[in-house]
């Protein structure tokens, strides 16, 4: 199925809204979009693509991964001509995040990253690749909750940086 991303551009969120709108942890969203740091090299890069990037993001005001992602996300955003950003409630769109299901759960935040024409180019999530890589083999080794403090303590060192990458790795393979 092709999503119909204009319409669901259209009445997504900007990250502002999002923070302000979000019971739980809109402060911290906004947060750590105020104080993420785009190393410059990351905002060249994705500036010499040309822009014309519409980055739809899907997640949840509790998901721990996405506060620690997407206010990066936004940042960088903010900083590249040519890139937006929108983000979806995952709870309010149960079809759309059934399409991009990463094994059997609902896993966010899912970013699918769009030309200016709304043509799907790609996606990236639910974690950077090497952190997904650590916590699939955590849990199948029988971890639980208690992955959580080094989760945290991988976000705190990457800042995001990894994110970006990955993303911009589709963004440059389109």
């Given at each position: 199925m092709v999503w119909p991303f204009a319409h669901l551009w259209d009445e997504a969120l900007s990250f502002g809204e999002f923070a302000a709108a979000s019971r739980l942890h809109g402060a911290l969203w906004e947060a750590m979009r105020r104080t993420a740091r785009v190393p410059d090299a990351l905002v060249a890069e994705a500036s010499a693509l040309g822009g014309g990037f519409r980055l739809v993001a899907i997640v949840e005001d509790w998901c721990g991964d996405a506060s620690n992602?997407?206010?990066?996300?936004?940042?960088?955003?903010?900083?590249?001509?040519?890139?937006a950003l929108r983000l979806l409630r995952r709870d309010e769109h149960?079809?759309?995040?059934?399409?991009?299901?990463?094994?059997?759960?609902?896993?966010?935040?899912?970013?699918?990253?769009?030309?200016?024409?709304?043509?799907?180019?790609g996606r990236w999530g639910p974690r950077p690749s090497e952190l997904q890589a650590?916590?699939?083999?955590?849990?199948?080794?029988?971890?639980?909750?208690?992955?959580?403090?080094?989760?945290?303590?991988?976000?705190?060192?990457d800042k995001g940086e990894s994110t970006l990458r990955e993303i911009l790795a589709v963004m440059a393979g389109s």
């Open positions: 992602t997407i206010p990066v996300v936004a940042r960088w955003a903010e900083q590249v001509p040519g890139i149960p079809d759309l995040t059934d399409a991009y299901l990463t094994g059997t759960s609902r896993a966010i935040p899912i970013v699918v990253i769009l030309t200016a024409e709304m043509e799907e180019i650590w916590v699939m083999e955590q849990r199948r080794a029988g971890a639980g909750k208690e992955l959580y403090p080094e989760v945290r303590k991988w976000y705190a060192h």
